[in-house]
């Protein structure tokens, strides 16, 4: 394998816009590409926004859903990543037949690589949740999509790097939302509106504990413990009626962050994987370690689901 430049993207969807999100992600996929970018990643349903879908009904919902790869939005996808010779991530909610699913697409200029089914879907209890891992190549580098809440089933992450991935590609809308969480809450609209006046405070609320501090309680791990290269993206600014706090950013199989979105705005950032450290990282040896005889029974036992649903809980995505 070669080193793979990948670019992670935030910025502020506008809901149910279309248009002008995928003029978005095109302006963001033009300016990494002049940087090098091989790979462009943006955050869950960056094509039409995310919480707004919590308050449709069944028959709006599939309205705006679409058909993979035959949709509109897929093909716009793949126009974009052809004129920029880029691969390309982006979510939106996916129509088949009368079931509707929240979908993540990997595309180049040849069409549609990889197509990811959230597992764990809960803003809107007409989408379904997906039954499959999926494992993808780009440029000889194998790739998984965990979007969102799948990623906080640690079981997840392992099991699609078992199925082989060396990156995982984790497209989010979360933090700064109500949680029983200590620190955890909403941001004040009133300090987006202000940030170019006060950056300080929003940027403590952002940094904190309703965000990134908590952020960092547990995707590092994901990381570390498993030996792989995480791209985190993730929205800033006007998500419906909360504010998210980007922070869009990428880690090596170590656990350390390479690259961070920093920007009170739209913003990306580039990080090169090499292939060395997939076998350097500690996680790496702890793979080989294992003693699944001791453990598979247990891991496997089945249990009563007890996932919490944001329109019961007024809780969100942690």
């Not at 997840?156 to 790097?161: F, G, I, Q």
């Not at 929003?202 to 570390?224: N, S, V």
Request: charged share 25%; glycine share 8%.
């Amino acid at each position: 394998m070669e080193p793979l430049k990948i670019a992670t993207v935030q910025f502020e969807t506008r809901d149910n816009d279309k248009m002008y999100n995928l003029s978005v992600i095109r302006d963001m996929c033009r300016k990494a590409s002049v940087e090098g970018a091989d790979v462009v990643a943006f955050h869950e349903c960056s094509v039409c926004g995310y919480t707004f879908a919590k308050d449709l009904s069944y028959e709006e919902l599939l309205a705006i859903a679409e058909p993979v790869p035959t949709g509109e939005s897929t093909q716009t996808l793949i126009a974009i990543a052809k004129e920029f010779n880029i691969t390309l991530l982006a979510g939106f909610f996916e129509r088949d037949g009368d079931r509707i699913y929240k979908a993540q697409v990997c595309v180049d200029g040849q069409g549609l690589k990889a197509k990811y089914r959230k597992l764990h879907p809960f803003i809107n209890p007409h989408i379904l949740p997906g039954d499959q891992y999926v494992l993808f190549d780009i440029k000889g580098w194998k790739c998984g999509i965990l979007i969102c809440y799948d990623n906080n089933i640690i079981e997840n992450v392992r099991a699609t790097t078992l199925l082989g991935a060396d990156i995982i590609f984790m497209p989010h809308v979360t933090m700064c939302t109500p949680s029983p969480r200590p620190g955890a809450g909403l941001i004040n609209p009133a300090l987006w509106e202000n940030r170019e006046n006060n950056p300080t405070t929003l940027r403590q609320e952002f940094d904190g504990l309703k965000g990134r501090a908590w952020l960092m309680k547990w995707l590092p791990a994901r990381a570390y413990d498993n030996a792989i290269y995480v791209v985190f993206s993730n929205p800033i600014g006007h998500d419906y009626n909360e504010i998210k706090n980007g922070c869009s950013m990428i880690l090596d199989p170590f656990g350390d962050i390479l690259a961070e979105c920093r920007k009170l705005g739209d913003d990306f950032v580039i990080a090169t994987a090499i292939p060395e450290k997939l076998k350097l990282a500690g996680g790496y040896r702890y793979r080989n370690a294992r003693r699944p005889e001791l453990y598979a029974d247990i891991i496997g036992q089945p249990h009563e689901s007890c996932q919490k649903v944001a329109w019961l809980t007024g809780t969100t995505n942690e």
